[in-house]
């Protein structure tokens, strides 16, 4: 089978494609043939070393295919069984994959592998954002940062789905204009406008109770100037770059606020979790509350080309690999 591999971390550059034996699943897995591969920030960051791996590595947590073989002891899938996963060892961005039979999700009728494989990961996401890690209530307004992005396209929506005011951060006229569409209430270009005083002027003064915060560097000193007293700040990615420490001082001054820093592992940590999260997303995009945007694919191997124009911030929506 083809995968993309790297032996050093740095660039796009550092991707190569290269052949492997294709795996046999072991006991509890199921092996996938991938029809969609699903690309996020996070593959940069491991690929740049931000975050660090055990190289050589495969690349990649997120794909949707079909079931080819079982292992041992497997009776959560049978052969031919639309499915997606998330998360778990790297190596999606390959023809094939096998993963642990508890960490994935059947595709529901309906939903495309396409679809599956641009929302399972962006959308499982946004759902313990906006449930678990802070229980967005109808009427409450939110900043969301990078709201034309995969993972911000679907908040939108879905906090809207809720009912909450969303106030939206984009970087460019073409992204406000998209953002609009999804419904939000208020759009920010956080290139050209100071963030904290448009939304202070928004929430007459007040301020937001949670802002959701993926750029990082770039957005960190507006979005902890745009919270409400005993706000929460969620920073959940670093597309400009890792956010500043935080003296703990510092966040009693501005208002007793809190600061967190989630990853989707601690949410889903037990099947029960996985189905649930996995759930409630293929859930609204049934219902049609939730539109998932599929704005660019790449072949498998131009998987260089798919990290610059994410890293170029030239996206809008998911992007995919298609084998």
Same mark, same amino acid.
């Given at each position: 089978m083809r995968a993309i591999r790297f032996e050093q971390t740095g660039g796009p550059e550092v991707l190569k494609l290269v052949e492997l034996e294709t795996p046999k699943p072991a006991a509890g897995q199921v092996l996938v043939r991938h029809e969609a591969i699903g690309i996020n920030f996070i593959d940069t960051y491991q690929r740049s070393g931000l975050y660090p791996v055990r190289l050589p590595s495969g690349l990649g947590s997120e794909a949707a295919g079909v079931v080819e073989a079982l292992g041992e002891g497997v009776t959560r899938f049978e052969a031919g069984d639309p499915i997606a996963y998330a998360g778990g060892a790297l190596g999606a961005y390959a023809d094939h994959a096998v993963v642990a039979a508890d960490r994935a999700v059947k595709i529901p009728p309906g939903v495309d592998a396409r679809i599956a494989a641009a929302a399972l990961l962006k959308g499982m996401t946004v759902e313990f954002l906006l449930r678990r890690c802070h229980t967005v209530q109808s009427g409450e307004t939110i900043l969301v940062h990078a709201a034309a992005g995969g993972v911000g396209q679907i908040m939108v929506q879905w906090a809207? /789905?809720?009912?909450? $005011?969303?106030?939206? +951060?984009?970087?460019?006229?073409?992204?406000?204009?998209?953002? %609009?569409? =999804?419904?939000?209430d208020h759009v920010i270009l956080y290139r050209e406008q100071d963030v904290a005083a448009e939304v202070r002027r928004i929430t007459?003064?007040?301020?937001?109770?949670? /802002?959701?915060?993926? $750029?990082?560097?770039? +957005?960190?000193?507006?979005?902890?100037?745009?919270?409400?007293? %005993?706000? =929460?700040?969620?920073?959940?990615g670093n597309a400009s770059g890792p956010a500043p420490p935080v003296e703990p001082a510092r966040l009693m001054r501005a208002g007793s606020l809190f600061f967190t820093r989630p990853t989707m592992g601690d949410y889903v940590a037990t099947t029960a979790e996985l189905d649930e999260s996995s759930g409630a997303l293929f859930e609204l995009i049934a219902s049609g509350q939730l539109r998932i945007e599929i704005g660019q694919t790449f072949p498998l191997a131009e998987a260089r080309r798919a990290h610059e124009a994410l890293e170029s911030r030239a996206t809008i929506g998911a992007s995919l690999l298609i084998p």
């Open positions: 809207k /789905a809720i009912g909450a $005011v969303v106030i939206a +951060t984009v970087g460019s006229e073409p992204k406000a204009a998209r953002a %609009r569409e =999804l419904g939000a007459d003064g007040k301020g937001v109770p949670v /802002a959701y915060d993926s $750029v990082g560097k770039d +957005t960190f000193e507006g979005t902890l100037a745009s919270l409400a007293r %005993r706000g =929460l700040f969620v920073s959940f």
